[in-house]
C-alpha cells in the first residue's frame, strides 16, 4: 500500500498472504494478497498466482508479514480455480478462487485476526465516492524493492465510472467488469504485491467485498486511479464453484 497506515491485522481480519514454496530456497516467497471469503475459500487476483505453478500457501491473521504469531491460521491451498475467460492482455475478469486444504471440513477458524469478509448482496449499489478501504503487505513505492513488513491499510473513494476509462491509465482498456478507486489527496493507493486483496466498503454496518486489488498505472501517481475486479459481477461464479466444490 502506498501511503495509508500501518495496521493490524483485527482491523482486516480476512486479509490473507499467498505464498509459494520455492523447493531450491525451501523457502516461500511472498506473491500477494488475498480474501477470506468462507472458512475453506479464498479470492485472489490471477496473474501472479498463475505464473506461480508450485505450492501455494495462505497465511491469514498475521500483522507483521514475516513474522510468526499466535494468531496465525496458514494453510496449503487443495486447488484454485481461474476465471474460464481471464483475459492476459486486458486482465479483464482478473478473479481466482482457491480452496484451502483441510482433514476435517473446517479451515480458518474465526477470531479477532481471521474472519471472513461479506460478499455483497447481488442488487447492492455502491454510490460514487463512497470512501472504502484497501489492505495488503505491498510495496509502498512502486519501485521500492520491497515489499511492507506490516500490514498496511489505505483509504479510496469509489470513482464515477464516466471518469473510469482508458485515458487516465495510459491507454489501457477498462472493461465493466473493472471499476476505478482513488484518492482525492492524490495519496493512497494498492501497489505491487497488494493485487488480490480487498477493497471494502461499508453498508448496513458490515464491510462489503466490493473489489478485488488489481492493477494500475503505478501507485498513487497524480489523477491516476487503481483498478479493481468488480466482485458484484462474479457472485454466481463464486457461488457455483463452491456449490460444486464443497
Ligand atoms: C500490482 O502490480 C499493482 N496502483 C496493483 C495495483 C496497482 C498497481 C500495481 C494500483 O500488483
Redesign the pocket.
Known amino acids: 500500500i502506498?501511503g495509508g497506515q500501518v495496521s493490524d491485522i483485527r482491523e482486516q481480519p480476512w486479509q490473507a498472504a499467498i505464498t509459494v514454496y520455492r523447493p531450491r530456497s525451501q523457502s516461500h516467497n511472498f506473491l500477494?494478497g488475498g480474501v477470506l471469503i468462507e472458512s475453506c475459500w479464498v479470492l485472489s487476483?490471477v496473474f501472479?498466482i498463475r505464473y506461480n505453478a508450485g505450492r501455494l500457501r495462505v497465511t491469514l491473521g498475521r500483522t507483521f508479514r514475516l513474522q510468526n504469531s499466535s494468531s496465525e491460521q496458514i494453510f496449503d491451498v487443495e486447488k484454485y480455480w481461474i476465471h474460464e475467460q481471464y483475459n492476459d492482455e486486458t486482465y479483464d475478469n482478473d478473479i481466482a478462487l482457491l480452496k484451502l486444504s483441510s482433514d476435517v471440513g473446517i479451515c480458518a477458524v474465526s477470531s479477532p485476526e481471521v474472519l471472513p469478509v461479506c460478499l455483497p448482496d447481488p442488487g447492492a449499489v455502491f454510490p460514487e465516492q463512497t470512501e472504502c478501504e484497501i489492505s495488503g503487505y505491498?510495496k509502498e513505492e512502486?519501485f521500492s524493492p520491497f515489499y511492507s513488513d506490516r500490514v498496511k491499510q489505505g483509504h479510496v473513494r469509489l470513482w464515477p465510472e464516466k471518469n473510469c476509462v482508458s485515458e487516465k491509465l495510459s491507454g489501457r482498456l477498462v472493461t465493466k467488469n473493472m471499476l476505478c478507486a482513488g484518492d482525492t489527496r492524490n495519496r493512497d493507493?494498492?501497489?505491487?504485491?497488494?493485487?488480490g486483496g480487498p477493497l471494502v466498503c461499508q453498508k448496513d454496518g458490515r464491510m462489503n467485498l466490493v473489489g478485488l486489488?488489481?492493477?494500475?498505472?503505478?501507485?498513487?501517481k497524480k489523477d491516476?486511479p487503481?483498478?479493481y475486479t468488480r466482485v458484484i459481477n462474479y457472485l454466481s461464479w463464486i457461488s457455483s464453484k463452491i456449490r460444486s466444490n464443497r
Open positions: 502506498r500477494c487476483a501472479i505491498g512502486e493507493d494498492a501497489c505491487k504485491g497488494d493485487s486489488i488489481s492493477w494500475g498505472d503505478g501507485c498513487g491516476t487503481g483498478v
